[in-house]
């Protein structure tokens, strides 16, 4: 007979995957529910820019989430490593923003955060074609590569005993006053002790399923479609990942480019447009010609679960005891991810959190 895992998570994207991690650590038993394949949705899609597109102009809540994910980032990397030998690839190669017209905003912002920057000279344009307006280089601002991230903390989950259940749907669950006692899945019946919801996009449809009788407090979290393009360049054709207005190119170690992304309300629908991919297409030839000598080898479509600010909920629910939500991290789960799952973690074993968990709470505006 299975022993009943201390810790359930509902959802096995990066956000679910690392607080797996973080209850692991601290000692607790983890098993993970995963309807798809671990990191298949939004984690697998996203571009894995390590820092919010200007972050002076987001909610104080993301930033506090980003600065202590950015203190924990690189020795997550290393342990990685050296634990699985998958390199998540967390790249400092730092960040060129072009255009910065609120550039006082964004000059506060950094120095208020520690954030290093400097202006950026000509020489940062040799290869890029566009209009500067008080451009900014971040110098220290990582990348991580999204599939690489998944695959090496999906081998540390395993490496240290948690629990994974893949193609494994939630349908219902057995709730007795105000705990939950077991789920019911695709998979067959578990006992819960402490149940945990980080189903990104999905997050606010399942709570409705799950609780009817709750389904006006369910977390507002709904899914923003995101494409992605990728341009098979070779190495050193970018050395810096570049945000131009709304659109972004980063480049991986191999040297391929990523070219992203629209912001698209779509319900669940994730299939791909020829209009998005022309969109794309017309943003990174324009602002970089150079890329018209490499062939686009990937289109794809992924998921964001957005809030109204971008704000995620984390957060134990306060009817049902036995509770939590960690959802709603918008385009930066990756990003906010390890501190996410470090606040999680501290809610639930009562731990002093490192940082205030009040606008996260679900009774918060998001």
């Not at 190669?93 to 017209?101: E, R, V, Y």
């Not at 920057?117 to 040799?126: I, L, T, V």
């Not at 903390?153 to 893949?166: F, H, P, W």
């Not at 480019?257 to 943003?283: C, P």
Request: aromatic letters at 6%.
């Amino acid at each position: 007979m299975t022993e009943t895992a201390d810790i359930t998570i509902i959802g096995g994207g990066i956000i679910g995957l690392l607080t797996a991690r973080e209850f692991r650590l601290a000692g607790a038993t983890v098993m993970i529910v995963e309807k798809n394949l671990l990191g298949q949705e939004a984690s697998w899609a996203g571009g894995g820019i390590l820092l919010p597109l200007y972050p002076w102009r987001q909610a104080d809540a993301i930033t506090r989430l980003i600065l202590q994910s950015l203190k924990l980032y690189p020795p997550l990397a290393a342990q990685l490593i050296a634990e699985t030998g998958i390199d998540p690839e967390w790249t400092p190669c730092g960040l060129l923003i072009t255009k910065n017209p609120d550039i006082a905003a964004a000059v506060n912002w950094c120095q208020i955060n520690a954030i290093p920057f400097q202006k950026a000279g000509a020489d940062f344009f040799k290869a890029l074609n566009t209009s500067p307006d008080n451009p900014l280089w971040l110098p220290e601002i990582a990348q991580a590569r999204n599939p690489r991230l998944v695959k090496s903390v999906k081998q540390d989950l395993i490496n240290k005993g948690v629990a994974i259940r893949e193609q494994c749907e939630v349908k219902a669950l057995t709730l007795a006053k105000d705990h939950i006692t077991a789920i019911q899945t695709t998979g067959g019946q578990f006992a819960v002790n402490q149940l945990i919801i980080s189903a990104g996009a999905w997050t606010g449809k399942l709570f409705r399923e799950l609780f009817p009788v709750l389904a006006g407090e369910a977390p507002d979290i709904i899914p923003v479609k995101g494409q992605m393009l990728l341009f098979d360049a070779t190495p050193a054709t970018l050395p810096y990942m570049v945000l131009d207005e709304d659109h972004y190119l980063i480049p991986r170690r191999d040297g391929k480019i990523l070219a992203g992304s629209t912001v698209e309300l779509n319900d669940f629908n994730k299939t791909t447009s020829m209009e998005a991919r022309n969109q794309l297409t017309d943003f990174a030839l324009n602002l970089m010609p150079s890329l018209k000598n490499f062939p686009i080898i990937k289109h794809w479509a992924g998921l964001r679960p957005g809030t109204e600010q971008g704000v995620p909920y984390i957060d134990k629910h306060p009817e049902i005891v036995n509770l939590g939500i960690n959802a709603g991290h918008f385009r930066n789960g990756l990003a906010m991810g390890p501190a996410s799952a470090q606040l999680m973690v501290d809610l639930i074993l009562n731990r002093p959190p490192a940082i205030s968990p009040e606008p996260y709470k679900l009774s918060s505006p998001h």
